[in-house]
């Protein structure tokens, strides 16, 4: 089992940044077979949804259309770690944000591929 740890959560004027981590465990990471590592979010009285992911071998990102030019998502390999810097902020970005690990087979957007999440990281943009 791969243990994810997402930090880097608050509050946040609209117009701020913040940067999101997610950490994964080293010797279960090393174990799994990651071809994906994602952020979704879930917003209040909304459905979980996908908003980033990069893919493991060779850095490709990807990216929900809302969050395009404004977020931005990236991988430290030898820290087994995942980014997301989040630019120009909106109340729109307020949500829990969750980290995933996806394998073989696995589709980028859709979290019914990811295997582990983390227990998720509160942000809150305050117009």
């Known amino acids: 089992q791969v243990q994810l740890a997402e930090s880097g959560g608050g509050l946040v004027q609209a117009g701020g940044s913040l940067r999101l981590s997610c950490a994964a465990s080293?010797?279960?990471?090393?174990?799994?077979?990651?071809?994906?590592m994602g952020w979704f979010r879930q917003a209040p009285g909304k459905e979980r949804e996908f908003v980033a992911a990069?893919?493991?071998?060779?850095?490709?990102?990807y990216y929900t259309d809302s969050v395009k030019g404004r977020f931005s998502i990236s991988r430290d390999n030898a820290k087994n770690t995942v980014y997301l810097q989040m630019n120009s902020l909106n109340s729109e970005d307020t949500a829990v944000y969750y980290c995933?690990?996806?394998?073989?087979?696995?589709?980028?957007?859709?979290?019914?591929?990811?295997?582990?999440w983390g227990q998720g990281t509160q942000v809150t943009v305050s117009s």
């Open positions: 990069i893919r493991w071998s060779d850095g490709n990102t």
């Open positions: 080293l010797r279960t990471f090393r174990a799994y077979r990651t071809v994906y």
């Open positions: 995933a690990v996806a394998s073989y087979g696995a589709t980028y957007f859709y979290q019914g591929s990811y295997d582990y």
